[in-house]
T-cell receptor, first 118, second 115 residues
Framework: AQKVTQAQTEISVVEKEDVTLDCVYETRDTTYYLFWYKQPPSGELVFLIRRNSFDEQNEISGRYSWNFQKSTSSFNFTITASQVVDSAVYFCALSEDAGGTSYGKLTFGQGTILTVHP | DAGVTQSPTHLIKTRGQQVTLRCSPKSGHDTVSWYQQALGQGPQFIFQYYEEEERQRGNFPDRFSGHQFPNYSSELNVNALLLGDSALYLC??????????????FGPGTRLTVT
């Protein structure tokens, strides 16, 4: 069965520090998708990024970057020069293809609470 | 273009009661999934509706049921409420994606408190 583990429960940093959120996943499927979502206090899940299992190219988007490594089943997320507005709960999630029968069902990690202090 | 909407925003119920939560999917989407997010936890998949049928289901008891209407909107019903049902209930909509991928768009959620 699929599983997502976010070992960091809470992270606290001072503004302008870089911060990396860790995510480790388990799946038997060879085709799957990995996501990072942000959940601010309002509660709505905000999509940040999606990665396909066959695309290990890492990406930088503004202050955000992602490091996907299939060899270690990890999909880590880094915020560079953090800001107070980055304070939120961040979730890593996995969606298996399951031969086309998963229909996008998401398995989430427990979440990491990020607090950025001014 | 309206995103996913959910109603009500907040709800307080008593143990043993029944509750109905509602969700309208993003325009153009035909699939609705429901997730339960207990305090301090990640969302857990409840079930998914497509073409007015439950297509797949997570590990939730039969007290949790749903419905999808011809306009693709959906309801989540929970019977015989327990204190442990207190959670944020999130609705996500999607449609068939290229290469089998279904991008989920989430609503703001309904906060259910059971007393």
């Amino acid at each position: 069965a699929q599983k997502v583990t976010q070992a960091q429960t809470e992270i606290s940093v001072v503004e302008k520090e870089d911060v990396t959120l860790d995510c480790v996943y388990e799946t038997r499927d060879t085709t799957y998708y990995l996501f990072w979502y942000k959940q601010p206090p309002s509660g709505e899940l905000v999509f940040l990024i999606r990665r396909n299992s066959f695309d290990e190219q890492n990406e930088i988007s503004g202050r955000y970057s992602w490091n996907f490594q299939k060899s270690t089943s990890s999909f880590n997320f880094t915020i560079t020069a953090s800001q107070v507005v980055d304070s939120a709960v961040y979730f890593c999630a996995l969606s298996e293809d399951a031969g086309g029968t998963s229909y996008g069902k998401l398995t989430f990690g427990q979440g990491t609470i990020l607090t950025v202090h001014p | 273009d309206a995103g996913v909407t959910q109603s009500p925003t907040h709800l307080i119920k008593t143990r043993g009661q029944q509750v109905t939560l509602r969700c309208s999917p993003k325009s153009g989407h035909d699939t609705v999934s429901w997730y339960q997010q207990a305090l301090g936890q990640g969302p857990q998949f409840i079930f998914q509706y497509y073409e007015e049928e439950e297509r797949q289901r997570g590990n939730f008891p039969d007290r949790f049921s749903g419905h999808q209407f011809p306009n693709y909107s959906s309801e989540l019903n929970v019977n015989a409420l327990l204190l442990g049902d207190s959670a944020l209930y999130l609705c996500a909509s999607s449609s068939d994606g290229t290469g089998g991928y279904y991008e989920q768009y989430f609503g703001p959620g309904t906060r259910l408190t059971v007393t």
